[in-house]
């Protein structure tokens, strides 16, 4: 026999109150009212201990003997006041962390606190949090070593109880030496990994001191102590002299040797100031030496000096320019060469969408313009209708000596006399002679956007940012391009098409460009507009490290992602200065 369920079932109600309060928790946790009140207790914090320890530096002696016989029951209370600035709580707590903690170097615990502090009330990472903190781990124990093995014997704990433990240890270890070396090393290690200083040992002078006199004694050296005597090889073959501070005169040999083509082109080579022309002229040896008693060495002519040619420079530029002419363009596409475009069938089908047109709406619209004009004395020479999925055209030619601003005038009488929710007057129409009435009609025609997307002029659209709206009166389909329009402003009555304008405008970017070509930064106050874009996330929208969503409904966080933009904006800026390109256009162009 099965035996009964004694346990049971959870109360719905006492669900939804857990959860409804584990809700307020993490908003709680999220305001940004509570970040500011927990920056404000961190800073206080910060600056109560800073206070206690500096204090602590004059008052430790007199209040020693109170924190050892009362100890944690000083943060209670006690009935002999401390001599500390923040009473017995201070006089503890720098008890705590100087004498039994790490001594002076305790105060960079205010450090940590001032930073998180700082951060939490200003809302923004104002300072590294997790570079103090890894400064912290490694300073304190580093600090509070340095301060005991220097200050060692001195009444005061500037090493506290910490340091004194690691000094006992290393001198025991290692010995004060091997102790002192440690710190060094540490403190030097510091410095290189911080600032990176450059050592450099002194280097010493290739060039030979060596006289005259010695060279003479040295007949068999005489040629390679001559050209070690501070020359320089350069192109062409040639010696330049290399100054030298040590002799106060100098003189100049020149020993040319030419054949029979080069004495040809000696007098060639002088009309030229350019050293590289210099090689048509022969090899020249320049030779600087002190001036001595003696006469100076003269190398003989028949030493050979080989020459080594260097290719023109026009040439390796050529080169480079075929080698660009044959790379081949960067394509961004390739980076996510997986990525499928969005199938037509996902649209739904609206029939064929053929306009039909109703005569007797027609006539009677035209009747009633005609009759409104004519309460006015207003005379029309022709009335032609243009009909299109929601709107017919009236376009009337007024009669000779017609005002056109006196037609203008009664668009709210023609409308009232058509019963109609709102015309537009168009006076005169760009590029012809007529005055254009826009009319509701009684009966729309629903604009499928599959027709749109798949009709050749937008799938051959050369346009950067190609958009369709909608289409025409004379049933064109109407594409547009969104780069031409940086401050589109959308604005209309509520049921005026503004949410479907708006995801015209997004379906339309997302069946032509591919996520390496486009981000979208959406903005939904009211949490329902946009929220059926959450899926492209990971290839279409773009949000700030750290936030949850990418579509933003809190209103309070639309000013980090604008200050956001306007950075990027910037920095794109510098890169179309740098490129030498006025808009984006022709900067990918020169980036492909």
């Known amino acids: 026999m099965a035996r009964k369920s004694t346990s049971k079932a959870p109360d719905p109600e006492v669900l939804t109150e857990e959860k409804e309060e584990q809700v307020e928790v993490k908003q709680l946790l999220k305001d940004e009212r509570t970040h500011k009140i927990a920056g404000s207790i961190l800073l206080l914090t910060s600056a109560l201990f800073f206070i206690a320890f500096t204090s ?148 010493k002078s290739e060039a030979s001191s060596l006289t005259t006199e010695q060279v003479e004694e040295e007949p068999g050296q005489k040629e390679e102590l001559v050209i070690a005597a501070g020359n320089t090889l350069k192109k062409g073959g040639a010696f330049v002299p290399v100054k030298r501070e040590e002799p106060k005169k100098e003189n100049e040999f020149e020993l040319t040797e030419k054949n029979e083509i080069e004495e040809q082109e000696e007098e060639e080579a002088e009309m030229e100031e350019d050293e590289e022309e210099v090689e048509t002229a022969g090899p020249v040896l320049m030779v600087q030496e002190p001036t001595t008693k003696k006469a100076p060495a003269i ?31 960067y394509d961004p596409i390739l980076d996510l060469r997986d990525y499928k475009y969005p199938g037509l069938d996902l649209l739904e089908n609206h029939g064929s969408e053929k306009i039909v047109s109703d005569p007797a709406e027609l006539e009677n619209n035209k ?50 006399s058509l019963a109609a929710l709102g015309i537009r007057i168009i006076a005169p129409i760009p590029g012809k002679g007529t005055i254009g009435i826009e009319v509701p009609n009684a009966r729309k025609t629903i604009v499928s956007m599959k027709t749109l997307l798949s009709s050749e002029k937008f799938q051959s659209s050369a346009f950067s940012l190609p958009i369709a709206i909608g289409k025409k009166i004379d049933n064109e389909n109407f594409i547009v391009d969104l780069a031409s329009m940086p401050h589109l402003l959308m604005a209309g009555a509520t049921g005026q098409g503004k949410s479907v304008g708006l995801n015209a405008i997004l379906v339309s970017l997302l069946y032509k460009k591919h996520p390496s070509q486009l981000k979208f930064v959406l903005v939904d106050p009211k949490k329902v507009e946009l929220s059926i874009y959450r899926t492209i996330e990971k290839h279409f929208l773009a949000k700030l490290p750290g936030e949850e969503d990418a579509i933003i409904t809190d209103t309070k966080k639309v000013v980090h992602t604008l200050n956001a933009l306007c950075i990027e904006m910037d920095n794109r800026y510098d890169l179309l200065k740098e490129a030498g390109a006025r808009n984006i256009k022709e900067y990918n162009e020169k980036f492909i």
């Not at 050979?304 to 023109?312: A, C, G, T």
């Not at 029309?380 to 009236?394: E, F, N, R």
Request: a neutral charge.
């Open 299 to 329: 190398i003989p002519a028949g030493v050979e000096l080989e020459i080594k040619l260097v290719e023109p420079v026009a040439e390796e530029k050529a080169l480079t320019a075929d080698k660009v002419q044959h790379m081949k363009p």
């Open 367 to 416: 009747n009633q313009i005609i009759n409104t004009l004519k309460n006015y004395d207003i005379q029309i020479q022709k009335i032609s209708a243009t009909v299109g999925p929601t709107v017919t055209l009236y376009e009337i030619i007024p009669a000779a000596g017609i005002r056109i601003s006196r037609i203008k005038n009664l668009e709210d009488d023609i409308a009232l």
């Open 56 to 203: 602590y530096l004059f008052t430790w002696d007199e209040d020693q003997s109170l924190v050892l016989k009362d100890g944690y029951k000083l943060l209670i209370g006690a009935d002999t006041p401390a001599s500390n600035l923040m009473g017995t709580f201070g006089a503890y707590m720098s008890h705590f962390f100087i004498y039994k903690g790490f001594g002076i170097a305790s105060y960079l615990l205010c450090t940590f606190f001032f930073v998180t502090g700082v951060n939490l009330f200003f809302g923004k990472k104002v300072f590294s949090i997790l570079r103090n903190i890894k400064y912290l781990v490694l300073a304190l124990p580093l600090l509070s070593l340095t301060a005991a093995v220097i200050m060692h014997g001195q009444q005061f704990p500037w090493g506290g109880a910490a340091g004194e433990l690691m000094r006992n240890y290393l001198f025991t270890t290692i010995g004060s030496i091997g102790t002192i070396g440690i710190l060094m090393v540490s403190f030097l290690a510091y410095v290189i990994w911080r600032f990176n200083p450059a050592f450099r040992l002194p280097q």
